[in-house]
């Protein structure tokens, strides 16, 4: 990045209006994220069509997905601290390097899913359900998911570069161009349209593989041609320790923050399983809907970030409380639209994913209990996100792994086992509560150690 490029967007992060700048630097990656909600949703609707076991199986294999998700994103996170902190410290070689590096890392992860995906797919999915024709459907989903996961790493990582240098439309392009391009292919694959075989489960697997792919060649592109603030070359691309452990200590607590989701969604899949595998669907497809509530959010916990951390660095006291709270006002409203859909269309919601009358049975309750967790979710993401962006991301952590791990999973459990099924939904707005007094605590001690004595 030049001087001058460097010197504009720091006036700008300082100076700019705080609505104008949350705004400007969150639209494109809430947009990238609606998309990628959108086609959440639209391949489990069509997955549906099968059969409801089919749509079982793909909820049952979304953890591990999710695990997938959460090593390629959390080691991009490593990188792009690396990244932009030596851009910002006018370290040319090293930039070069850590970018060079990303790409072999990118590799070893497609590695280790490899071997993970001939391995352990089985075991993974009996851990969850003894169903045959459910764990045939899984195996053959995750397999080609894990299996030829290439494409998904190497976008991820081309796509962090982009962010790191500050090219988050080219970034929001890859993304989008890589999910409608899954969209279109879904049915022509599933159902065998214009003289393509009908796949099925796999055909749904292999629309994924190939909107990765889409997104990687893009990614490729963009970097190659309109990414000139970093350098390729093959004899860049072996990490060595330094490097590596730079990358590790902020990837690692990124990785099992987001991994902590895979290991409640598979206990509470086993719970739920051991009712009805229509359960284990409504919360497959209540996972799918809820992402169209909660990526914005995240887009917005993207713009707000680097704000609040340079904001951080210049001591300007007010323009971190001023982001901070805007954010919360703009993740509450949304949260409460989200919360307004689920308790007055819980139905229609779950008729997009072709529910029988048993599934909605089950799912209508489902929906309108959980999604009172939505009044306090919104709260909770971006004062988490602030924990980060002020360099503290052991406080997000902890507040994931008491939300997820010590409260829904016990209480969810207990609930099971003392009122039943209906029952196991309170588990979620439980949770939810628990999170805001958490994390208060934790602002309130951030702010009286980090923010009160800034100017």
Known sequence: MSSAAAETRENRMGTMPVRKLLVSMSIPMMISM???ALYNIVDSAFVAQINE??????????????????????????????LSKSLGAKKQELADKTANVSLFLAGMNW??????????TGVFLRGQTDIPEIIGYGTTYLRICMLCSFGLYMQFAFERLLQATGRTVYSM???????????????????????FPALGVAGAAIATIFGQFVGMTLGVYFNLKKNTDIHFSLKNILPNRLILKSIYTVAIPSILMVSIGSVMIFFLNRILAGFTTTAVAVFGVYFKLQSFIFMPIFGLNNG??????????????????????????IAVSIMLLGLAAFQLFPAQLLLLFDASDHMLEIGVPALRLISLSFLFAGYCIIVGSVFQALGNGMYSLITSVARQL?????????????????????????????????STILFKRIYDNKIRNLQ
């Open 34 to 36: 609606l998309v990628q």
């Open 53 to 82: 076991n089919a749509l079982s199986a793909v909820s049952l294999a979304f953890p591990m997905q999710n695990f997938m998700i959460a090593v390629g994103t959390g080691t991009g996170v490593g990188v792009n601290a690396l």
């Open 111 to 120: 590695l280790f899913f490899i071997v993970a995906g001939l391995l352990f």
């Open 173 to 195: 392009v890859t993304q989008i161009a890589g999910a409608v391009v899954n969209i279109i292919m879904d049915p022509i694959l599933i159902f065998g349209l214009f003289g």
């Open 304 to 329: 707000m970030i680097p704000i609040i951390a340079y904001n951080y660095g210049a001591r300007n006291r007010k323009r971190i409380m001023d982001t901070a709270r805007m954010s919360i006002i």
């Open 406 to 438: 010590l409260c829904i999973l016990p209480a969810a459990w207990i609930f099971a086992e003392v009122w039943g099924l209906h029952a196991v939904w309170y588990s979620f707005p439980l949770a939810e509560i628990i999170s805001v007094v958490l």
